[in-house]
């Protein structure tokens, strides 16, 4: 599901870092991402090393971001796709050979001083937050990060503040306020202004809670269990069907202009991992006229092997053209699904036109999965974090195929 998006601007050393992890803290739900827009610095030449070196560089100008590859980012993570967030070395200037592999979430953060400065990026924020802190307190700020964090010398810093970091802030960033949904003065400090973001950010969330939490409860009634299920289970299908490629697209008539999207490429195929994958396939033929359908049968031998094992497979033969939807109701470990993906591999659909979706997902599984086939989409409505020692999702939903199907 698309993540809740917060962004929090203002002056160097206002306490934007502080206040992103009092959020993360104070929200505690297992997914919530970081994004530090100071991983989008550009990587500087030779000449502007030298620049650097001598305190002679601008880094609190909107040049030295690299706000294509910022926006792209964000825009991947409100997919619910996977990225490679850039390192940055401040001691280099450059970004380093190594990158931080960042997925989809239920809240990101995105946090910097420049945030607000595109409006591209401004409208991917659901939230955008200004601190206003006062102007000597995040000058001590940066002078304690600067010099214990960066090894810098004081008179560095001060020169600095004074040639770049104040008329920066004087002319891209205090302008910014306007386009701020919360103004919070003192930062971190002001508690009253703290509570009321998580409470909104909470309601946001609450609806997709809500159904979980019936779901959720061994008390829910059948009936109850089915249809909300089955509504989540309609909103991945959307979200995935979301992700598929569109281009713009205009529709005539004597008296009117309508300027719209239609999807372009192959045709979609939705392949059901039994048993549970089966109630996904019902909503996916509600949204995809005439959609057509493929059926896996996985099951884990845990008497020998303790892996798992295909019993029964039917495609269509002409599979590799078409975008695939794989649909599993619970992702636990991941072993079953990356079988299925495998499979569809095998008959040569490529990693990038599979799509897994499912209504819930261990953080294991999400990872392993990630991590083995990275151009492969996941789409779930929430992700636990733990599994048992038995392998079940942990909180979970107990199992879903009995509860749905009624086979106790």
């Given amino acids: 599901m698309e993540p809740f998006c917060v962004g929090i601007c203002g002056g160097s050393g206002c306490g934007k870092t502080s206040l ?3 959020l993360i803290s ?11 827009f100071d991983c989008f610095y550009k990587s500087l030449s030779d000449e502007q090393c030298a620049l650097a070196d001598k305190n002679e560089y601008d880094f609190d100008h909107p040049n030295a971001i690299d706000f ?28 380093t050979c190594n990158v931080q592999a960042m997925y989809g979430a239920a809240v990101l953060i995105v946090e910097g001083i420049l945030i607000f400065f595109r409006q591209e990026i401004r409208d991917l924020l659901d939230l955008k937050i200004f601190l206003d802190t006062d102007a000597d307190i995040r000058l001590a700020r940066r002078l304690l990060r600067d010099s214990t964090q960066r090894e810098r010398s004081v008179k560095s810093i001060l020169d600095q503040y004074t040639k770049y970091v104040k008329p920066a802030f004087q002319t891209f960033i205090a302008p910014f306020m306007m386009y701020a949904d919360v103004i919070i003065p003192r930062g971190i400090f002001n508690t009253v202004a703290i509570d009321i973001l998580i409470k909104h950010i909470r309601v946001r969330l609450r609806e997709r809670q809500g159904m979980h939490t019936i779901i959720r409860n061994r008390e829910t009634d059948a009936d109850e269990f089915i249809f909300y299920s089955n509504r989540i289970a309609r909103l991945i299908i959307e979200k995935a069907l979301s992700l598929q490629n569109f281009t713009p697209h205009e529709i005539r008539d004597n008296s009117f202009v309508y300027s719209g999207k239609k999807r372009t490429g192959q045709k979609i195929c939705g392949v059901s991992i039994l048993r549970s994958g089966e109630v996904i396939e019902k909503l996916l033929r509600d949204v995809v006229k005439n959609c057509t359908i493929g059926k896996i049968l996985i ?17 269509p033969n002409d599979i590799h053209e078409y975008k ?9 470990t991941g072993a079953a699904a990356m079988m299925g993906i495998r499979i569809l591999l095998e008959h040569d659909v490529p990693e990038g036109n599979i799509t897994l979706v499912s209504l819930l997902m261990s953080a294991v599984g999400v990872n392993s999965i990630a991590y083995a086939f990275p151009q492969v989409k996941l789409v779930t409505s929430a992700i636990d974090p733990e599994l048992s020692s038995s392998y079940d ?3 979970g939903i107990g199992n879903f195929s009995d509860r749905y199907f009624g086979t106790y």
């Fill in 20 to 22: 992103a992890d009092q």
């Fill in 68 to 95: 294509d590859l910022a926006l792209s980012t964000i825009q991947r993570l409100k997919e619910g796709k996977k990225v490679d967030v850039p390192v940055y070395d401040y001691k280099t200037h450059k970004r």
């Fill in 299 to 315: 099951q884990t031998d845990w008497k020998e092997s303790h892996e798992p094992q295909l019993h029964y497979l039917r495609i």
């Fill in 324 to 332: 695939v939807i794989l649909m599993d109701a619970q992702v636990a």
């Fill in 26 to 36: 104070l929200l505690d739900i297992p997914w919530v991402n970081l994004l530090r």
């Fill in 393 to 395: 999702i942990l909180p």
